[in-house]
C-alpha cells in the first residue's frame, strides 16, 4: 500500500463512537461489528449495504439469557455502582478528558472507560441546552468544536451512573420521558444535581441531536460508496447499549471467540501461557486503527494484491488479554469494488512478567494452540443453515457436497501437508437450499496451502458459528516474549445472487487482485504435455517429432514432463538430482529446445523440486535433508520422501539446482509437481532446538511459499504452473505464484466435467489446466467424442495430453480447427463472467455459459452425461447474464455429425452439418434466450454443443469494457470467413467420423 499512517477513516471504513461500532463497505455490501459493554467485539451484521447513522446494536436484543450459562463478574472491588464526582460540567469535561485515554493495563480501566461514556454523554446532552448567555465563561469541545456556556458552580453532589439505568433501557424516541430536555435550577442559572442525574438517565440509550451548528458525527466521515451509489447517513436519535454483566459471551454473536470463559462453543483460538499454565485468555478491546489500501502480508504468505490507497482500506482491531500480556490483532480489508472483505490475526507475546524459570517453553512465552484466521457467528434463521464444500479423492477432486447443518458440530478439513485431493479449503454458507441464481451467500476461501480446519457449529439456539483456519492438529506456534505469530488470510464473498453470484465475485477477485499481474494479461499458451504420451520414456528424438506434429496443428508449446533428469527410468529414483539424464539427452537441453524454437513453438518443463528418491546423489549426500523422525521407519509415498522445506540449506539448493538448468536453455514454461502427502514432520536442521518441532508443517508452507515467491522475481517471463498429482494443492496459495494449477490426473473427459463445475465455484476457467487426451482413458478407459473432450478442454487453459505421431490424418484436422476455435472464444472464458446452467450433479447435463463483461459476446458449452438414453427429452436451456434488449446472433460454429435416421430411427453419421436449430444462425434477443431458451438435441450419451452469441450488428467486442486490462480480441482478424467456416464443419464431421461412435 502506499500510506502506511493511520486515518481517523476512508470512505469505506468508520468508526462511529457514538455506537462504538465499526462499518465496513465492500461493493455493495456491509460488514458490521460493535465494542461490546464487555469490552469484547459483538457482530451485528453482515448483509446489503444499508444506510448509516442508525444504531445496529438494536440488533443484539434477539440475545437472552439461558439457564446453564455464565455472566462476567465484577473486578475485584467494584460494588456495581459507577460514580462520577462532578459539581459542573468543566468538572465533567474534564472527567472525560482524563479517563478517554486510559490503557487497557489499567486495573480500573472498565471503571474508567464506563465514566469516560457517561462523561461524554452529559456534554452531548448539555450542547443542545445552553445555559443563559449572561454567563461568557466557556469551553470548547475538541471532539465537535462546540461552545457552551458554562454555569457557576454549585454545591457539590455525587452522581450515581447506574442506579436507574434498568428503567430507561431502550426507551423509545416517542417516548415523551426518554425525549426530555434538560432544565436547569429556575432563577439561579445553576445546574441541579437532580436533572443532572435525570438527563443522564433519560439519556441512556438516547443519541443527542446535534444542533445546526454541530456536525453530527455521521456526516464527519463523509459519504460511504458502494459499487452503484451513495449510501447517504440520517441523524437518527436513538442509540442502543446493552446492559453489561446481564450476558454471557455464549449467549452473543462474536468476532473472535476466546475459551474458558464462559463461550462453550468452539473457540477461534487458544493459547496456553506457560507462566501458569492456563489457557484462558480474555480478550478486551484495547486499539484499532484504520489504512488507506492494504497493509502488505508477512512472511511470504500470500493474499490478495493492492493497487495501492483507491482498491481497499485496512481496519486493525487491537484486542489484548491484560493478565497474560497476549495482544491480537484482528485484520479487516474492504475490497472496495467487491463484495469482499478478508480477515486475518495477528498475535503477539507482549508479557513483561518474569519467572524464576528461563527454559524454553516455560517463564512468560505462550503457545498458540489453535489459531483460526477468522471466525464468525450468524443469527439464527427462519430457514436452516446449508453448508456448500468441494471434496473427493485423486483423480475425483472438488465434488459438490451440500449439506443441511443440524444441532451440533460440521467440520472437514486436512492433515496432509497439503490443502489435499479430498477437501478444498473453501466452503459456502446458504440460508435455505443452495440456489444457483437466488439468495443470500457466504462463501469463504482460504489462501493456504497447507493443513487447515472448517468447522460450522449449530448451537442450541439455532446460531451457527463459523471456523476458518490452520488445522491445530500437529501445529503448536512457539511464542517467546516479543514473539509474533501471522495467520495467512481467508477471502470473504457475499452474494445476493447465489452461488453463481458468489463465483463471479471469486473469480474477478482471482484474476484482478491474485494471481501475478503479469500473467493475468496474458493468454495461456496451447501445450502439449509429454506425459501420457511418453510417461518416462522419453529422448531428445521422441521430444522433438512431438514438436514436429504439436506445430501442424498450431499448439504454441512443448512441454516436457518427468524422465528427463538424474538417473530416472521410473518412479523410484532420480528426484531431487536435476541434471539433464545425457544418456536420454545427450547433447543436453539447449540444442533440442533451439530445433523447437526454431518450428515456431516455445519449450517448457517439468521438475518435482519438493522430493528425493532414496536412489538419488541427492539422498546419499544430504539424509538430513528430507522431513522424518530418526530411529523410525520412514513413510515413503510414490516410493520417494519429502525435502525439509524449512530449512533455509535446502531451500537454496533447490533453487540453485532449477535455476543452473533454466538458464541453460531458452525455457519459457515450468510445470511444479508435489505427488505425496507429508508425515513424519521432523526437522532435523541444526539449530533446531530453537524451533519447536510442532511449527514445522507450518514452516514447510511458509518455505514453500519462499521458494515460489524467489522463482517468480528470478524467473519472471517463465510460466509456472502447479500440480500436486493433479488438484491436491488447487488452493487461492498457490494462484498467488502461478497463474494456473493442473486440475486434475484425471483427463476423462465426462468425470473432468464434474471436476471443472465443482472448481469453478471459486476458480476461474483461466487458471484450470485442462487438456484432450486420448481414447480409451489411461484411468477410465472411457472412449468419448473428440469434440466432447475439446469442448470440456476449452473450459480450461486448453491442450493436448497424448501422442500425435498415433493421430489419423482426419484426428489431425480437428485438433487443428479446436486450437482455432479455442483462440477464438478465449478472451470470452478467460475474462467472461461464468453461468452454471445444469449442474450434472443433479442431472445427467452438463452445461455452462461465459458472458463478456460487457454482455455482447457469450460461448454456451452443453454437455450428454451418459444419459439413460439418446432419446431422452433435453430440457430447454435457459441462458443467464445477457442483456434483455440485445439482439444476439445464435451460430453453431461446430454443428453435429450425427443425425437420426428417418427409416428405422438410428443414430449415423452424415457429411452434412446437423444443426441445433434446423439453420447455421438465428436472431434472437437476450430477453427470449433466458426466458424461453434454447432447444438442444443430443445424438449420442456423450455428446456436446456449442453455442456462440454475439450482439447483431455490434461486431467484435472486447472482453471487458468495464476492464482495466488491456486485451485485444482476435475475433476481427482471425475469424473464419463464412467459406472457411464451412470448411471447418466439414473438416470436424470428418474427424469426428474417425472415431467409432465419436
Given amino acids: 500500500m502506499n500510506e502506511n499512517k493511520p486515518v481517523e477513516q476512508t470512505d469505506h471504513i468508520r468508526f462511529e463512537e457514538s455506537f462504538k461500532t465499526f462499518s465496513l463497505i465492500a461493493g455493495e455490501s456491509l460488514y458490521a461489528f460493535c465494542i461490546s459493554p464487555e469490552l469484547t467485539l459483538e457482530h451485528l451484521y453482515w448483509g446489503k449495504a444499508v444506510h448509516q447513522g442508525f444504531d445496529l446494536r438494536y440488533l443484539s436484543q434477539s440475545c437472552r439469557m439461558a439457564h446453564f450459562n455464565t455472566i462476567e463478574a465484577a473486578p475485584t472491588g467494584f460494588e456495581g455502582k459507577i460514580v462520577l464526582e462532578a459539581e459542573n460540567l468543566e468538572e465533567v469535561q474534564q472527567s472525560w478528558k482524563m479517563n478517554r485515554s486510559v490503557s487497557s493495563d489499567d486495573e480500573t480501566y472498565f471503571q474508567k472507560k464506563r465514566l469516560e461514556n457517561y462523561s461524554w454523554r452529559i456534554l452531548s446532552k448539555a450542547m443542545l441546552h445552553k445555559t443563559n ?45 426518554a425525549s426530555a430536555s434538560f432544565s436547569t435550577s429556575s432563577g439561579t442559572n445553576k445546574f441541579s444535581p437532580e436533572a443532572l442525574n435525570e438527563f443522564l438517565q433519560l439519556n441512556a440509550m438516547t443519541k443527542f441531536v446535534q444542533s445546526a451548528d454541530s456536525p453530527s458525527p455521521g456526516k464527519r466521515f463523509g459519504q460511504i460508496v458502494g459499487q452503484k451509489g451513495h449510501i447517504r447517513h440520517h441523524a437518527n436519535k436513538q442509540t442502543f447499549e446493552r446492559q453489561m454483566g446481564k450476558l454471557g459471551k455464549g449467549l452473543l454473536c462474536s468476532e473472535y471467540a476466546d475459551h474458558g470463559t464462559g463461550d462453550f462453543r468452539s473457540p477461534s483460538f487458544i493459547v496456553n501461557d506457560n507462566f501458569n499454565g492456563s489457557s484462558i485468555s480474555p480478550l478486551k478491546y484495547k486499539r484499532h486503527r484504520i489504512y488507506r489500501g492494504k497493509l502488505p502480508m508477512p512472511d511470504s504468505l500470500p493474499g490478495l494484491r493492492s493497487e495501492g490507497s483507491s482498491d481497499a482500506s485496512t481496519l486493525v482491531v487491537t484486542m489484548a488479554d491484560a493478565g497474560s500480556g497476549l495482544e491480537v490483532d484482528m485484520i479487516y480489508v474492504a475490497m472496495h469494488n467487491y463484495d469482499c472483505i478478508t480477515r486475518r490475526v495477528v498475535f503477539r507475546n507482549v508479557d513483561t512478567r518474569t519467572s524464576a524459570t528461563s527454559d524454553r517453553g516455560t517463564g512468560s512465552s505462550k503457545v498458540v494452540q489453535k489459531a483460526s484466521s477468522m471466525s464468525i457467528d450468524f443469527e439464527c434463521p427462519a430457514d436452516d443453515f446449508h453448508l456448500v464444500q468441494l471434496s473427493g479423492t485423486w483423480a475425483r477432486e472438488r465434488y459438490i457436497l451440500e449439506t443441511k447443518l443440524q444441532h451440533g458440530m460440521h467440520s472437514f478439513g486436512s492433515t496432509r501437508g497439503v490443502s489435499s485431493h479430498h477437501h478444498s479449503p473453501f466452503a459456502a454458507i446458504t440460508l435455505g437450499q443452495p440456489s444457483e441464481t437466488n439468495g443470500e451467500v457466504k462463501g469463504f476461501s482460504f489462501v493456504y496451502s497447507g493443513n487447515f480446519l472448517v468447522e460450522a457449529e449449530v448451537t442450541e439456539m439455532g446460531r451457527l458459528r463459523f471456523n476458518m483456519g490452520i488445522h491445530p492438529m500437529g501445529m503448536q506456534w512457539y511464542l517467546k516474549q516479543g514473539g509474533v505469530f501471522n495467520t495467512p488470510e481467508v477471502i470473504m464473498v457475499r452474494s445476493a445472487e447465489g452461488l453463481g453470484g458468489m463465483s463471479r465475485t471469486f473469480h474477478r477477485l482471482m484474476l484482478e487482485k491474485l494471481i501475478p499481474r503479469n500473467w493475468s494479461d496474458a493468454d495461456p499458451p496451447i501445450l502439449l504435455n509429454s506425459w501420457e504420451a511418453k510417461y518416462f520414456h522419453v529422448n531428445h528424438q521422441n521430444i522433438i517429432e512431438l514438436a514436429r506434429q504439436a506445430s501442424k496443428i498450431g499448439v504454441d508449446m512443448i512441454v516436457l514432463d518427468d524422465g528427463w533428469f538424474g538417473n530416472r527410468s521410473d518412479d523410484k529414483k532420480g528426484l531431487g538430482d536435476w541434471f539433464v539424464n545425457l544418456e536420454k539427452f545427450p547433447h543436453g537441453l539447449k540444442p533440442m529446445v533451439d530445433e523447437i524454437n526454431a518450428m515456431g513453438l516455445k519449450f517448457g518443463l517439468w521438475f518435482e523440486p519438493e522430493m528425493v528418491s532414496e536412489e538419488s546423489m541427492l539422498f546419499t549426500s544430504h539424509p538430513d535433508w528430507y522431513l522424518h523422525v530418526p530411529n523410525r521407519p520412514r513413510q515413503l509415498g510414490r516410493n520417494q520422501m519429502v525435502l525439509d522445506l524449512s530449512r533455509q540449506d535446502v531451500r537454496d539448493y533447490i533453487f540453485q539446482a532449477i535455476s543452473s538448468v533454466l538458464h541453460s536453455a531458452n525455457i519459457e514454461y ?277 453455442f456462440l452469441l454475439r450482439k447483431a450488428g455490434g461486431g467484435s467486442a472486447s472482453p471487458s469494457s468495464e476492464s482495466s486490462h488491456e486485451v485485444t480480441t482476435i475475433y476481427s482478424s482471425s475469424r473464419p470467413s463464412s467459406e472457411a467456416a464451412q470448411g471447418m464443419d466439414r473438416l470436424l464431421s470428418a474427424g469426428n467420423a474417425s472415431n467409432s461412435r465419436r
Fill in 670 to 946: 515450468v510445470k511444479w509437481d508435489m505427488n505425496r502427502p507429508l508425515t513424519e514432520v521432523y526437522s532435523l536442521a541444526a539449530g533446531c532446538e530453537e524451533v519447536w518441532q510442532s511449527e514445522i508443517s507450518h514452516r514447510y508452507v511458509l518455505g514453500l511459499y519462499d521458494l515460489q515467491r524467489r522463482f517468480i522475481e528470478e524467473f519472471p517471463h517463465i510460466l509456472l504452473e502447479n500440480c500436486a498429482s493433479g488438484g491436491g494443492r488447487y488452493d487461492p496459495g498457490m494462484l498467488y505464484f502461478s497463474p494456473q494449477i493442473w486440475s486434475s490426473d484425471n483427463t476423462d473427459a465426462l468425470v473432468r466435467m464434474r471436476i471443472q463445475y465443482g472448481t469453478s465455484y471459486v476458480f476461474p476457467a483461466r487458471t484450470a489446466g485442462s487438456h484432450v487426451s486420448t481414447v480409451p482413458n489411461h484411468l477410465t478407459g472411457n472412449v468419448t467424442r473428440l469434440r466432447t473432450r475439446g469442448f470440456v478442454a476449452m473450459s480450461g487453459t486448453f491442450g493436448y495430453e497424448l501422442d500425435m505421431a498415433n493421430a489419423t490424418p482426419a484426428e489431425m484436422l480437428v485438433y487443428q480447427k479446436q486450437v482455432e476455435f479455442y483462440r477464438l472464444i478465449n478472451p470470452i472464458v478467460r475474462w467472461g463472467d461464468l453461468y452454471r446452467l445444469w449442474n450434472p450433479f443433479k442431472l445427467p447435463f452438463a452445461s455452462w455459459m461465459y458472458v463478456s463483461r460487457d454482455k455482447t459476446e457469450a460461448v454456451v458449452f452443453v454437455f450428454s452425461m451418459n444419459s439413460d438414453h439418446w432419446s431422452t427429452i433435453v430440457p430447454r436451456l435457459m441462458l443467464q447474464g445477457l442483456d434483455a434488449t440485445f439482439e444476439y446472433e445464435v451460430t453453431e460454429p461446430t454443428p453435429n455429425n450425427l443425425t437420426q435416421s428417418s427409416g428405422n430411427f438410428l443414430i449415423i453419421e452424415t457429411e452434412v452439418p446437423v444443426y441445433q436449430l434446423g439453420v447455421s444462425s438465428v436472431t434472437l434477443t437476450g430477453d427470449i434466450l433466458m426466458s424461453a431458451g434454447l432447444p438442444v438435441r443430443f445424438y449420442s450419451l456423450d455428446d456436446s454443443v456449442v
Fill in 133 to 177: 448567555e449572561d454567563y461568557p465563561r466557556t469551553t470548547r469541545l475538541k471532539s465537535h468544536s462546540v461552545t457552551f456556556d458554562v454555569p457557576p458552580k454549585s454545591e457539590a453532589r455525587a452522581i450515581d451512573l447506574e442506579s436507574k439505568a434498568k428503567e430507561t433501557r431502550m426507551r423509545s424516541i416517542s417516548n415523551p420521558a
